[in-house]
C-alpha cells in the first residue's frame, strides 16, 4: 500500500493433472480429411462489395454530369 507495508494473501485452490497422450497411433487409425485451404486474394463477398461500390460511384458520377449539363443549358437560355 501507500505506507510500504507488506501484506499476503493465501487463497486454497485445487487443480488435476492428468498425463500426457500418446499421439503415436497405428496406421490403421483412421485420419480426418485436411481442412481446404483459404485462397489467396480477394473473396467473393470482397469483390462483390468492390463492384457495388464501383457502381455507386458510376451512377453518383451520372448524374452530377446530367445535373451540371442541364444547369448549362439553362443559364444559357437565360442569357440569350
Given at each position: 500500500d ?25 496406421p ?53
Amino acid at each position: 500500500d501507500a505506507l510500504g507495508t507488506i501484506s499476503t494473501l493465501e487463497q486454497p485452490f485445487t487443480y488435476n493433472v492428468v498425463e500426457m497422450p500418446n499421439w503415436n497411433e497405428g496406421p490403421g487409425f483412421p485420419v480426418e480429411p485436411e481442412q481446404p485451404i483459404e485462397k489467396e486474394g480477394l473473396q467473393m463477398w470482397q469483390m462483390g462489395l468492390i463492384a457495388l461500390a464501383v457502381l455507386a460511384a458510376g451512377i453518383f458520377g451520372f448524374v452530377k454530369f446530367k445535373k451540371a449539363r442541364k444547369r448549362k443549358l439553362e443559364l444559357e437560355e437565360l442569357d440569350e
